[in-house]
């Protein structure tokens, strides 16, 4: 099978999968890019890109259902935007960083599934303070513009061990995170002279529909213990992929 056509055929599943928790499917591209060996000059940034869409498509309709909460949101984002820029202008070998984010995702898999498993219905999440959703924003921004990501996939697991923000309230969060931090990461990319693959426009399409069903299951159809549980799978296959693709 044609490796274009094979990638917009697993783009779309990852794009159904990852938008039904909030994310965009950045670990998941790059897993599938990489594993079908396509120009590694042109992975992070069409990454991004298809990032982007489905970020974009996850966004409006989390924030419409009233999945979000912009007091544990802003913190975060308003360090970790100006991060990602800087770290997506950067041309380093991803080897260390790759498989980093793969151990760092397949044990927050593990703590997914603990969470599903301890989730109760009582439980209020406590409140972020402004200064450690800083200090938190900073790394993942500047991680996630080295790698291509837009960091929804670190973030999530972190905001739902620590207990701040509502399982329900993360997806939004991730969503519009992700979309904010894929954009400052490509722009921080083509500063550098990043090139797109040439199918690009079809992989786009593939991914647009995807989000749209995803995110459509993620708000309509998902209880908390269902998304917890769909994140651990989603967690589970990104950092395997990424342990295998490195």
């Given at each position: 099978m044609d490796p274009h056509f094979l990638a917009l055929v697993l783009f779309f599943g990852i794009a159904v999968l990852y938008s039904s928790v909030g994310h965009a499917g950045a670990s998941g591209y790059l897993a599938v890019m990489a594993l079908l060996s396509f120009a590694p000059e042109s992975i992070k940034p069409t990454s991004l890109v298809l990032n982007i869409a489905v970020a974009s498509i996850a966004s409006w309709r989390y924030?419409?259902?009233?999945?979000?909460?912009a007091k544990v949101f802003l913190p975060l984002i308003i360090v970790a935007m100006p991060m990602a820029y800087f770290g997506g202008a950067l041309q380093l070998p991803a080897l260390w960083f790759a498989r980093g984010a793969g151990v760092f995702l397949v044990l927050s898999a593990f703590i997914?599934?603990?969470?599903?498993?301890?989730?109760?219905?009582?439980?209020?999440?406590?409140?972020?303070?402004?200064?450690?959703?800083?200090?938190?924003?900073?790394?993942i921004g500047f991680l996630s513009g080295i790698i291509g990501v837009g960091g929804g996939i670190f973030l999530s697991p972190i905001l739902i061990a620590g207990r701040w923000a509502a399982v329900r309230h993360v997806s939004g969060i991730s969503a519009l995170f992700i979309l904010i931090n894929s954009i400052a990461g490509l722009f921080g990319s083509r500063m550098a002279g990043a090139v797109f693959d040439p199918f690009l426009l079809w992989w786009l399409l593939s991914v647009v529909l995807g989000g749209l069903i995803g995110s459509w299951l993620g708000v309509s159809r998902f209880g908390a213990r269902a998304i917890l549980l769909v994140l651990f799978m989603v967690l589970m296959t990104a950092g395997v992929k990424l342990l295998v693709a490195s």
């Open positions: 924030l419409r259902a009233g999945r979000f909460d997914m599934a603990w969470r599903a498993c301890q989730l109760g219905e009582g439980k209020e999440p406590r409140a972020l303070p402004p200064w450690l959703g800083t200090v938190i924003g900073a790394p």
